[in-house]
């Protein structure tokens, strides 16, 4: 089993600043990554697809970066609305995993 | 629009037997794998099971495996999970979720997820 890790757990920022996430995958994933927002009480949302590709209808600020064991999802400016739980999950090998998750909360 | 209802979640014993369903419109059911998708309270997400378009494939996690038991009716555009033996590790928002690709077995990302529906397994 692949397993993800995301650090850090929590991050407290201010709007406008901007954010960087890490998954780091127990095993190569090539670019089988993907990047998912979760708010409270929501189900969670496809950002980032095959590691850097953006789903439809989000916003540029939006950007993932990484291939093999190391990925990166980047917000370049928070929002208020981008204040929220992120997980990564990897589709190179059953069973699909995904990691723990960083919450982005405000400072 | 594609959308996604879940149901069937509750309270259950230890033991018992539940049967989540998930009701899809908006989209060619029978041409995209599905799959289930776990959070118990306060937690992250755990994959569960998924199925293939045409319904003759399915996956499982060792955690859920000969226990639950993933199946879909393309007539009723529904997708199911039928949960025996439950535990109490097994109670979390149960999210139904379409891949991307529109090929037969499971491939490409979850997209969109339903709204989730409740299972808690407790006397």
């Known amino acids: 089993e692949i397993v993800l890790t995301q650090s850090p757990a929590t991050l407290s920022l201010s709007p406008g600043e901007r954010v960087t996430l890490s998954c780091r995958a127990s095993?190569?994933?090539?670019?089988?990554l993907a990047w998912y927002q979760q708010k409270p009480g929501q189900a969670p949302r496809l950002l980032i697809y095959?590691?850097?590709n953006r789903a439809t209808g989000i916003p540029a600020r939006f950007s993932g970066s990484g291939s093999g064991t190391d990925f990166t999802l980047t917000i370049s400016s928070l929002e208020p609305e981008d204040f929220a739980v992120y997980y990564c999950?990897?589709?190179?090998?059953?069973?699909?995993?995904f990691g723990g998750g960083t919450k982005v909360e405000i400072k | 629009e594609v959308q996604l209802l879940e149901s069937g979640g509750g309270l259950v014993q230890p033991g018992g037997s539940l049967r989540l369903s998930c009701a899809a419109s908006?989209?060619?059911?029978?041409?995209?794998?599905m799959s289930w998708v776990r959070q118990a309270p306060g937690k992250g997400l755990e994959w569960v099971s998924a199925?293939?378009?045409?319904?003759?494939?399915?996956y499982y996690a060792d955690s859920v495996k000969g226990r639950l038991t993933i199946s879909r009716d393309n007539s009723k555009n529904t997708l199911y999970l039928q949960m025996n033996s439950l535990r109490a590790e097994d109670t979390a928002v149960y999210y139904c979720?379409?891949?991307?690709?529109?090929?037969?077995?499971?491939?490409?990302?979850?997209?969109?997820w339903g709204q989730g529906t409740l299972v808690t397994v407790s006397s």
């Open positions: 979720a379409k891949f991307t690709s529109q090929v037969d077995a499971p491939s490409g990302w979850f997209d969109p």
């Open positions: 908006g989209f060619t059911f029978n041409t995209y794998a």
């Open positions: 199925i293939s378009g045409s319904g003759g494939s399915t």
């Open positions: 095993q190569s994933v090539n670019s089988y």
């Open positions: 095959d590691a850097s």
């Open positions: 999950q990897q589709r190179r090998s059953w069973p699909l995993t």
